[in-house]
């Protein structure tokens, strides 16, 4: 099984600054690596898929890259509604499997 | 607009039997893969089963294996997941979600998730 460990746990920043959350695979999953958004009592939202790929309706702030076993998304400029927690997911090879999370908190 | 809404969670007890239901709306779930994703209280995404647009490929997870089984009927587009032999650990809110086509990659839509929890 691919193992997908996101750091760091918790990331506390400021609006209107720029926060960086990284993942790493345990083995290459070339760029098949998606990143997910979850706000409180909802479900997961797509984010980025194909590393760097926005999903529909994701603004520009957020940008994805890496590839093999370091990936990386961004947020240029964060908004209050971007306070959330994040997960990695692999689907390179089955069992998918996510990230335990960062947590984006306001600091 | 693509709609998934899941149903039949709830309260069981340990050894007990649930089937989840997930209702499509705004597309045609037998030309997509489909998906159940489990998140534990307070913990983190597990990926549980998955079935091919064609339905003639299921993955299911190690740690459900023989106990859980994923289906869908095209008539009803609808995805179900039955769950056998529940344990302690099986608690935790089960979210349908939508693969963008026939095979498993990643999920570009997801239900609100139906709470089920095991316990005497």
């Known amino acids: 099984e691919i193992v997908m460990t996101q750091s760091p746990a918790t990331l506390s920043v400021s609006p209107g600054e720029r926060a960086t959350l990284s993942c790493r695979a345990s083995?290459?999953?070339?760029?098949?690596l998606a990143w997910y958004q979850q706000k409180p009592g909802q479900a997961p939202r797509l984010l980025m898929y194909?590393?760097?790929t926005r999903a529909t309706g994701i603004p520009a702030s957020f940008s994805g890259s890496g590839s093999g076993t370091e990936f990386t998304l961004t947020i240029s400029s964060l908004q209050s509604e971007d306070f959330a927690v994040y997960y990695c997911?692999?689907?390179?090879?089955?069992?998918?499997?996510f990230g335990q999370g960062t947590k984006l908190e306001i600091k | 607009e693509v709609q998934l809404l899941e149903s039949g969670g709830g309260l069981v007890q340990p050894g007990g039997s649930l089937r989840l239901s997930c209702a499509a709306s705004?597309?045609?779930?037998?030309?997509?893969?489909m998906s159940w994703v489990r998140q534990a209280p307070g913990k983190g995404l597990e990926w549980v089963s998955a079935?091919?647009?064609?339905?003639?490929?299921?993955r299911i997870a190690d740690s459900v294996k023989g106990r859980f089984t994923i289906s869908r009927d095209s008539s009803k587009n609808t995805l179900y997941l039955q769950m056998n032999s529940l344990r302690a650990d099986d608690t935790a809110v089960y979210y349908c979600?939508?693969?963008?086509?026939?095979?498993?990659?990643?999920?570009?839509?997801w239900g609100q998730g139906t709470l089920v929890t095991v316990s005497s």
């Open positions: 083995q290459s999953v070339g760029s098949n």
């Open positions: 079935i091919s647009g064609n339905s003639d490929t299921t």
């Open positions: 979600a939508k693969d963008p086509n026939r095979w498993f990659l990643y999920l570009d839509s």
């Open positions: 997911q692999q689907f390179h090879d089955w069992p998918y499997t």
């Open positions: 705004g597309f045609t779930i037998g030309s997509y893969a």
């Open positions: 194909g590393v760097s």
